[in-house]
């Protein structure tokens, strides 16, 4: 990719990927160690590469519109994300470890294959923004309803979308 090189050599700190057809994240993304946003919207990505996770400036990753299926544990690591959105793919699962990313105010789930968020998200204490709509959704971690700084989430109580509103989030 030639975008990629001279990201890596003047030390650019936006990237955006989008809209390229890409069907894999190009793994010399890695020589960009000074991203702090990196957009890769709108692609045909199936999977995103544990490389990334070392991305450790990173504050905002989208990797919406492509068709992957998993969340790599990794993305646990990325100490300095903001914003995470993985919108209109095919995703089934949310790893643990994004219970890690302690300053996470944005995450941007909608439109997946997600059934169940798990109680480790609950220490998201930065978390402002939760966006789960249009996931056939089972079970949603208490935990997630205690995050002091939610203000716009969108609740499935009793497996059922309910309409988006503004916090306090009350207890399903």
């Keep these: 990719m030639r975008r990629i090189e001279p990201a890596a050599e003047k030390k650019w700190t936006k990237l955006d990927l989008s809209y390229l057809e890409l069907e894999e994240v190009p793994p010399e993304i890695g020589k960009c ?8 919207n709108d692609n045909k990505i199936t999977s995103i590469p544990e490389h990334l996770g070392q991305l450790s400036n990173l504050k905002c990753l989208k990797l919406s519109k492509n068709q992957i299926t ?12 903001t914003e ?37 998200l609950g220490n998201l204490s930065n978390l402002e923004w939760l966006v789960l709509r249009e996931n056939p959704i089972t079970h ?26 503004r916090g306090p989030c009350p207890s399903c």
């Design 33 to 40: 160690t000074h991203l702090e946003w990196l957009k890769l």
């Design 140 to 165: 949603l971690a208490r935990a997630i309803w205690q995050l002091p700084k939610l203000i716009l989430c969108e609740p499935f109580c009793d497996h059922t979308p309910q309409e988006p509103f």
């Design 84 to 120: 995470l959105w993985v919108r209109w793919n095919q995703i089934t699962s949310i790893p643990e470890d994004l219970g890690n990313l302690s300053n996470l105010k944005m995450f941007w789930l909608d439109n997946n294959q997600i059934t169940s968020i798990p109680e480790d």
């Design 70 to 81: 998993s969340i790599p544990e990794d993305l646990g690591n990325l100490s300095n994300l």
